[in-house]
């Protein structure tokens, strides 16, 4: 049941984060969760280095969708580019 949670919690940060960030980006059910996940890690990942989360603290949501974001605007610079 934990994974089907972070599935689907994964998959609300990446449909906002894709509706907030102008442009085409990867598409699919599958492709958006793992984009809102990977958008939590590097949202937690900057926040521990920033100082706003304490080691072992997961980000917020809203760190988690500007992580998401971030990750589908560097897509969008290298997709360009190859």
């Known amino acids: 049941m934990h ?4 599935f689907l919690i994964g998959l609300l ?3 906002l984060a894709r509706a907030l960030t ?4 990867p ?8 984009l809102g ?4 890690i590097v949202g937690t990942w900057a926040g521990q280095l920033l100082g706003w989360y304490a080691p072992g603290r997961p980000a917020g949501f809203i760190a988690s969708v ?3 974001m971030l990750l ?5 610079l ?5």
């Not at 994974?3 to 972070?6: F, G, M, V, Y």
Request: aromatic fraction near 6%; glycine fraction near 16%.
């Open 72 to 76: 589908l605007l560097l897509h969008r």
């Open 66 to 68: 500007i992580g998401a």
């Open 3 to 6: 994974w089907i949670a972070i």
């Open 78 to 82: 290298f997709a360009r580019r190859a």
């Open 37 to 40: 996940i990977a958008g939590a």
């Open 22 to 25: 102008p442009g085409h980006g």
């Open 13 to 15: 940060i990446g449909l």
């Open 27 to 34: 598409h699919g059910i599958i492709l958006t969760a793992l």
